[in-house]
């Protein structure tokens, strides 16, 4: 859907990929297509796809097929196999990001310096003939830990030894060998964006629904991407409900910070469950009696703002009004916020959104228009580096007060 929306040149990081039971019939038009092309002779991993179950875990259930008609499955995802991934001493790898989520309204998106490689354990040769030997062709990591050669590392301080490395020892091993792996990270960083553009509009539509405040929910996402022979990034999974376990040294160290910076940088506040509950039910009472909503999953709703506010709002999206010309309190709240949380980010580096070019062309891929997000790109490219108080003073004096209903708004809560 992105990529029709937008053009497929929007999003070229994710392999042909079919859902079944729905595009079955496309599946075989694409393995047809594939077999035509090779002149009806399968080479070395051509025709090759890799079938994964709904709701899996851990590898399970993950197989590799040439023959398309052999997928019985009623309900699975079906995507072209990388035939030639990047090798690190002969075997194939893949590299786990850990991405925070701190806001989708507006987005903001950051990246931890620390990252995993989990290995296969069987070097790689590719072809059809050894699709069936998962321990060459499956990076999971809870796969691989079972085979016979699986080296564990248990020296967090050296990272690059055995089945499971750091990002960082990737990175090293790539200069070592004369490959500057900046542009390759700009690469992964802005397919990380870019996948959540994609379903920005889906997210944003549920947090309305059912959360009670815009500043209510963060989320830590397990990015898993494979680079090939020419270093371009793919991904192969985004996981939510990723493990935090730690079977190793190096995987406490990591995980461990990761963790622990998240929870400063998003700094949850304590609250009274009751209270809470208590203030939202009589909300969602005067809501029913036709009073003014308070509240909101993106702040003070509609109703709840002036019409001026309302107005300014639409004139913003259309840019006929900058978006720090007459700020309102609930405006300068949201970039304190932001500020703030950047200034408590620790190892976790900020890809989005930042006054860079990757940051202007991903944000003309949002396909809903949102007043915070123009704000904050604003803010972010406003040319100097004042923090939100000296730049009031010296260009905004008179702050719009808050709205009653704004004024009501819930505390930010819980994750």
Not at 114 to 133: D, E, H, I, Q
Not at 155 to 183: C, F, T, Y
Not at 287 to 310: E, F, M, V
Not at 351 to 366: G, H, K, L, V, Y
Request: charged share 25%.
């Amino acid at each position: 859907r992105f990529r029709r929306v937008f053009g497929g040149e929007a999003f070229e990081y994710l392999p042909k990929t079919f859902v079944l039971p729905g595009d079955r019939a496309d599946l075989v038009m694409d393995a047809e297509l594939e077999a035509s092309q090779g002149g009806g002779k399968k080479g070395a991993n051509q025709g090759m796809y890799i079938v994964k179950p709904p709701a899996g875990s851990q590898g399970r259930g993950i197989r590799i097929v040439s023959d398309v008609d052999s997928i019985k499955d009623k309900a699975c995802v079906v995507s072209r196999y990388i035939a030639d991934p990047m090798l690190i001493n002969g075997t194939k790898f893949d590299l786990r990001l850990y991405v925070a989520v701190t806001s989708f309204n507006p987005l903001r998106v950051y990246i931890h310096e620390k990252g995993l490689a989990r290995f296969c354990t069987v070097k790689y040769s590719g072809g059809v003939k050894s699709k069936k030997n998962r321990f060459m062709n499956l990076t999971n990591y809870s796969l691989n830990k079972n085979s016979p050669n699986f080296i564990k590392n248990n020296d967090q301080l050296r990272d690059d030894v055995g089945h499971k490395w750091s990002l960082r020892a990737v990175l090293a091993w790539m200069e070592e060998r004369g490959i500057n792996p900046a542009p390759v990270m700009k690469r992964i960083e802005d397919l990380v964006v870019r996948t959540l553009l994609a379903v920005e509009v889906q997210i944003n539509t549920n947090m309305q629904l059912h959360v009670p405040h815009r500043t209510n929910c963060f989320e830590l996402f397990g990015f898993d991407v494979m680079l090939d022979a020419n270093l371009k990034p793919w991904l192969i999974e985004v996981n939510t409900a990723l493990s935090l376990a730690a079977d190793a040294p190096l995987d406490k160290a990591i995980k461990n910070q990761i963790v622990t910076e998240l929870l400063h940088m998003v700094c949850v506040k304590p609250y009274d469950r009751r209270r809470l509950a208590e203030k939202l039910q009589k909300d969602k009472d005067k809501r029913l009696q036709g009073g003014a909503r308070k509240g909101g999953a993106q702040g003070s709703s509609s109703r709840g703002r002036s019409q001026r506010d309302n107005a300014r709002r639409r004139d913003v999206i259309a840019g006929r009004v900058h978006a720090l010309e007459a700020l309102t309190a609930d405006d300068v709240a949201l970039l304190r916020e932001s500020d703030e949380e950047l200034s408590r980010r620790g190892g976790y580096r900020r890809i989005f959104p930042n006054d860079d070019s990757a940051s202007r062309s991903q944000a003309e891929c949002f396909e809903v228009a949102r007043y915070h997000n123009r704000l904050l790109m604003a803010w972010i490219s406003r040319g100097n580096s004042l923090s939100v108080s000296d730049y009031l003073a010296g260009h905004h004096r008179n702050i719009i007060p808050p709205s009653p209903a704004a004024a009501g708004e819930p505390p930010a809560a819980q994750p």
